[in-house]
T-cell receptor, first 114, second 114 residues
C-alpha cells in the first residue's frame, strides 16, 4: 500500500534558526511529491513540488526540498525561519496511475519562537 | 480566476439535520476532490471526480454521505442525517490533468453538528 509518513507532529524552532521537516513515502510505483502549507483557518496552499528533473526544488519564500529516491524521502528545509513561517506543513504524494489523487501525511506543526 | 470557492464558510446544525456543502472548482479543471480534516484523523480524501464522474468514493464514511457533480462548475457534498462526529473542516480542491498537477484548495467549510 502507498503511504506518506511525517515523523514529527510538532517542531518548535527559534527565529532565524534552520529547520528540517521530514517526509517519507512508501510506493511501488513512481511518485510526484508536494509540500503544502496551511495557515490558521485557511485552506492548503502549495509550497513546492517535485515532478521530475532536478531533485532539489525551491519555493519563492526560501524553503527547499530534496527528493531522495533511495531513501524514499522528500524532506523540507529552510536555512533561516521567520515568525511568519509558523503554520502546519503537509507532505503529499500522487502515484503514477492514481490520477491526481493526493495522499497526505499527518502534518507537522512548525512553531517559530522569538 | 477566483480560485476554488466553497460555501458556506461556517455551518452549525443540529444532529439529524441535512447539511449540504457546495464547491465551485477552478474553471477548466477536470478533477475535483472532497477532503475532510479533523484533529484525530488529519486530512482524509472522501471522494474525487474526473470530468464530473465519481472515480473513487472509498473514503466516504458511510451511506449518510453523498456527493454529486452535476456539471463541471459545481459539486455538492451532502450529509443526511448529520451527527456530532461529522464535525470537521471540509475542503474542496480541484486540479487539471493527470500528470502530477497540484491541487488547489478552497478555504474550507467548518461544520459543527450539535
Amino acid at each position: 500500500a502507498q503511504s506518506v509518513t511525517q515523523l514529527d507532529s510538532q517542531v518548535p524552532v527559534f527565529e532565524e534558526a534552520p529547520v528540517e521537516l521530514r517526509c517519507n513515502y512508501s510506493s511501488s510505483v513512481s511518485v510526484y511529491l508536494f509540500w503544502y502549507v496551511q495557515y490558521p483557518n485557511q485552506g492548503l496552499q502549495l509550497l513546492l513540488k517535485y515532478l521530475s528533473g532536478s531533485t532539489l526544488v525551491e519555493s519563492i519564500n526560501g524553503f527547499e526540498a530534496e527528493f531522495n529516491k533511495s531513501q524514499t524521502s522528500f524532506h523540507l528545509r529552510k536555512p533561516s525561519v521567520h515568525i511568519s513561517d509558523t503554520a502546519e506543513y503537509f507532505c503529499a504524494v500522487t502515484f503514477t496511475g492514481g490520477g491526481n489523487k493526493l495522499t497526505f501525511g499527518t502534518g507537522t506543526q512548525l512553531k517559530v519562537e522569538l | 480566476d477566483a480560485g476554488v470557492i466553497q460555501s458556506p464558510r461556517h455551518e452549525v446544525t443540529e444532529m439529524g439535520q441535512e447539511v449540504t456543502l457546495r464547491c465551485k472548482p477552478i474553471s477548466g479543471h477536470d478533477y475535483l476532490f472532497w477532503y475532510r480534516q479533523t484533529m484525530m484523523r488529519g486530512l482524509e480524501l472522501l471522494i474525487y471526480f474526473n470530468n464530473n464522474v465519481p472515480i473513487d468514493d472509498s473514503g466516504m464514511p458511510e451511506d449518510r454521505f453523498s456527493a454529486k457533480m452535476p456539471n463541471a462548475s459545481f459539486s455538492t457534498l451532502k450529509i443526511q442525517p448529520s451527527e456530532p462526529r461529522d464535525s470537521a473542516v471540509y475542503f474542496c480542491a480541484s486540479s487539471l490533468g493527470d500528470r502530477g498537477r497540484e491541487a488547489f484548495f478552497g478555504q474550507g467549510t467548518r461544520l459543527t453538528v450539535v
